[in-house]
């Protein structure tokens, strides 16, 4: 079994900053790609940033600039530092793996239970 816990959301004012912190844990043998999703009332979950390795990341266009996101592979942790915030940030921020449980086995996706992040103007 695999689990993805997020902390660090919260409510925030227009042009602070806060820091994600996801951390998967349990039968895992690697982790392909981490990232961060957000999902409003009545809209589809939207891609955040993603996070294959240093070099390969990729960022939504609303949120380049301001947000950054960095992994911790030994500790299977994946950090969103979310910056310059706006009101439009305001979302439930879901953690994301895709990774293996067993070596040359498929890739699973893996949902964190989601932290709501309120940014007020």
């Known amino acids: 079994q695999v689990q993805l816990v997020e902390s660090g959301g919260g409510l925030v004012q227009a042009g602070g900053s806060l820091r994600l912190s996801c951390v998967a844990s349990?039968?895992?043998?690697?982790?392909?790609?981490m990232g961060w999703y957000r999902q409003t009332p009545g809209k589809q979950r939207e891609l955040v940033a993603t996070?294959?390795?240093?070099?390969?990341?990729n960022y939504a266009d609303s949120v380049k600039g301001r947000f950054t996101i960095s992994r911790d592979n030994a500790k299977n942790t994946v950090y969103l530092q979310m910056n310059s915030l706006k009101p439009e940030d305001t979302a439930v921020y879901y953690c994301?793996?895709?990774?293996?449980?067993?070596?040359?086995?498929?890739?699973?996706?893996?949902w964190g239970q989601g932290t709501q992040v309120t940014v007020s103007s």
């Open positions: 996070s294959q390795s240093v070099d390969n990341t």
């Open positions: 349990g039968s895992i043998f690697s982790i392909n790609t």
């Open positions: 994301n793996a895709k990774l293996r449980t067993a070596a040359w086995g498929p890739l699973y996706n893996y």
